[in-house]
């Protein structure tokens, strides 16, 4: 909180990272490579996940790493678990030190377009994903008494959100949530939580996503220059090195954090009043912008609903 705090090294540390074959996740599993960690990789294409492990050798620190890659889903407890135990197998059953959930996936729509089952999709990918790897995970440290970490990635949707995303943001949201009881209620444990919200990332996931994001939504975001993963990688660690609860990858995410920061945490009290003294003006004018763009598009939508029968 005062800017004090002892920096984690990842060396020789065995890390777990899911969703660690594309994006964000290789991304991280690349970084915690170079600082020196053991890294197991869990994603579900066996294909993907080789080529992981041979991007991962390519920066590889030391011969006594250990680099791993396992094939599971982990929208479940039991999926979650079993990756795990098979992770935790070269380690003599030592589950590992740091769990970072970068698992899951955005496909945007209208609202009226969704289904029960695309509303309960979004929550499989968005939250569940990262929920029930926690859970497996912690259950697993808190039996072995290891004091390791706890890393989720939500989104800068986790702080607000716009027009397309209503399968997506009511997950990271509810990451917010579960990483703020956790991070109070791992106290007891000596378990640290920590949580990125990091903004558009250049991925493969992103282009599959565009591909279906409505238009307004691509049109509001076309200022966005986004982030490459190794740049969000780079982020998430140095927070998790520092000790920071809320990680964020560039200044929009930092004035976000602390215009909507509650009772978290602060990263800074030095900077954190600048950020929200800059929210507190530049957010509402920001937001004020965008309902303008959704406004201009009602004609243009009323098109769009009726080409779809969602219209009479």
Not at 25 to 47: C, E, Y
């Amino acid at each position: 909180m005062f800017g004090f705090r002892k920096r984690w090294n990842p060396h020789l540390k065995h890390c777990f990272v899911t969703g660690g074959s594309s994006g964000a996740g290789l991304g991280v599993a690349k970084v915690l490579a170079q600082n020196g960690a053991h890294v197991s990789i869990v994603a579900r294409d066996p294909a993907k996940l080789q080529r992981a492990l041979e991007v991962l050798e390519t920066v590889r620190h030391n011969p006594k790493q250990v680099f791993r890659a396992y094939s599971f889903a982990v929208n479940t407890e039991q999926g979650s678990a079993a990756a795990i135990k098979a992770a935790s197998e070269p380690f003599d059953g030592r589950c590992p030190d740091a769990f970072f959930m970068c698992a899951g996936a955005s496909r945007p729509g209208f609202f009226v377009e969704q289904t029960e089952e695309s509303l309960r999709a979004g929550m499989e990918m968005t939250f569940y994903a990262q929920a029930f790897t926690a859970l497996a995970a912690t259950k697993a440290m808190v039996q072995q008494g290891i004091k390791g970490k706890v890393v989720f990635c939500a989104s800068i949707l986790g702080y607000f959100s716009m027009v397309g995303y209503s399968t997506y943001s009511p997950g990271k949201f509810a990451l917010r949530g579960l990483a703020e009881t956790l991070h109070s209620e791992f106290m007891l444990y000596g378990i640290d939580v920590h949580i990125a919200f990091p903004g558009t990332i250049h991925s493969p996931g992103l282009e599959e996503e565009n591909m279906c994001k409505p238009k307004i939504t691509l049109k509001i975001e076309e200022t966005d220059e986004g982030a490459t993963p190794d740049v969000v990688a780079k982020a998430i660690l140095d927070g998790v090195r520092s000790g920071k609860f809320h990680i964020n990858v560039d200044f929009l995410g930092d004035v976000f954090r602390a215009s909507t920061a509650g009772a978290t945490e602060r990263n800074s009290y030095a900077l954190d009043w600048v950020y929200a003294l800059i929210g507190y003006i530049g957010l509402p004018l920001w937001r004020k912008s965008v309902d303008s763009q959704v406004l201009k598009h009602r004609d243009e939508h009323e098109g769009y609903l009726r080409e779809r029968g969602l219209r009479l």
